[in-house]
């Protein structure tokens, strides 16, 4: 099942990584754990939970998030 976001939709990206994680059950301590074995890069449950909540993720980061929980980013002309 996809999720379609517009550009000029009001979710933010601390709003749509929690969605997704909600609907994938998925602590953010498990994230973060993907995300380094993944990445090779270290990623503690803290600094993962500050990046959503400020909202200072890479697009990297927001790519790697999504192929661990099973998504795609799609960027489609208008």
């Known amino acids: 099942m996809g999720i379609n976001i517009d550009i000029d939709s009001k979710i933010d990206i601390n ?3 929690r969605l997704l994680l909600f609907r994938k059950k998925i602590t953010i301590a498990e994230l973060a754990r993907r995300m380094t074995d993944l990445s090779g890069k270290e990623y503690s449950r803290f600094n993962v939970r500050a ?5 200072s993720l890479k697009f990297t980061e927001m790519v790697l998030i999504c192929e661990i929980l099973g998504y795609k980013i799609d960027i489609a002309e208008m």
């Open 51 to 55: 990046k959503i909540e400020k909202g």
């Open 15 to 17: 709003e749509l990584v």
